[in-house]
């Protein structure tokens, strides 16, 4: 025979999994989102590494431009020329489930500027 105190707990293992079902969901939904995040980020820099080499090795700016485009899709890319360096900055709106928050994204690399 059962004790009253176990037949007044039964299904409450379940409301308890119901309840707490929606914040593993939520929080699962979110690393998965940071880490698409921070993908794009890593892409976002190495192209932006990958276009600075380019314009200091004095490669053209349209494949240059079309490089970038195709690591990155929709990112903006500007130059400046500091004391001897080749500077480029690119930029792109996130993409995935962060795209909905207007987050922005933004590399910026450096290299000699020997294509002068």
Known sequence: MRSRSAADDEG???AEFAVALPAV???LAVCVGAIGVGS?????QDAAADAA????????PGAISARAARAVPGASVSVSRPDGLVCVRLEAAARGPASVAGLALAA???ALDGGR
């Open 12 to 14: 409450s293992a379940a």
């Open 25 to 27: 969901a939520l929080v």
């Open 40 to 44: 794009q980020q890593l892409r976002l």
């Open 53 to 60: 080499r380019g314009y200091g090795r004095g490669e053209s």
């Open 108 to 110: 910026s690399s450096c």
